[in-house]
């Protein structure tokens, strides 16, 4: 795979970076790495257009006025769509999943469009935030292991009919709607509430991407036994009891 090379971009880290969502590039970059691949990572700010030749985007959470702002910028900028349109793979997470949506309640409590790239729309929960680890069980048809993450958000995300859940809950709340969804998929953009980063946690999602990118069916093995001690660790303190 040395002949190969990726284009990875990393969305409004000026925006959108809470709770170590960076981490999630710095993964996929080393993994990608780690396989021979010449990586070209392009960190694009708020201020800046953003590229449509891009392969692998990625899209971290934020607070709430930072999300308004990033969701007015993209809608405006239009790239991140087209790159959509032209197949690029897309990951987000928090307010990054929300904004892939067709809406979501902003910090000054008005309906704010997203980019509908994701059959979903958020509403405000009423109760509680949904905070705490999470375990659950990422549809079979992507062929992954269980998912571990943490979730902080108030947002509870409704599934059309076009959008796959991602995951279903074993433990925690996910979308928030009480029917076990987390997240929401459809065949090249991915968004889920987990944090951690997501990554770190997971890294064969990191590996799954790859993979859509490089239309390959699988990746030579590479040293796991970090992420595997640290994906151990965290299903550990999550199931055990308060």
Avoid at 84 to 94: D, M, T, W
Avoid at 201 to 219: E, H, T
Wanted: with cysteine; hydrophobic share 35%; glycine share 12%.
């Amino acid at each position: 795979m040395s002949d190969s090379s990726l284009r990875l971009v990393w969305v409004y880290p000026d925006l959108l970076s809470t709770y170590g969502d960076q981490g999630n590039v710095l993964v996929v970059q080393r993994r990608a790495e780690q396989r021979g691949l010449s990586v070209e990572r392009v960190d694009v700010r708020s201020d800046q257009p953003v590229p449509t030749s891009g392969d692998i985007y990625l899209i971290g959470g934020g607070e709430d006025r930072p999300q308004r702002l990033a969701a007015e910028r993209l809608l405006r900028d239009g790239g991140l769509s087209r790159a959509a349109s032209n197949g690029a793979i897309i990951f987000s997470v928090c307010a990054g999943y929300q904004i892939l949506g067709h809406e979501f309640i902003n910090d000054v409590g008005e309906r704010q469009p997203g980019l509908g790239l994701l059959d979903v729309t958020t509403t405000r929960g009423e109760g509680a935030r949904c905070v705490g680890d999470v375990l659950g069980d990422i549809d079979p048809r992507l062929g992954l292991p269980q998912l571990t993450g943490f979730e902080n958000h108030q947002g509870i995300t409704h599934l059309g009919p076009t959008a796959r859940p991602f995951a279903r809950t074993v433990f925690g709340n996910g979308n928030g709607t009480g029917d076990g969804t987390e997240g929401a998929y459809n065949d090249t953009v991915f968004g889920t509430y987990m944090h951690g980063p997501v990554m770190a946690r997971n890294p064969q999602i990191a590996d799954l991407l790859l993979k859509l990118a490089l239309d390959v069916n699988a990746l030579p093995p590479t040293d796991d036994r970090w992420y595997e001690a640290l994906r151990a660790e965290r299903i550990a303190a999550a199931t055990q009891p308060a």
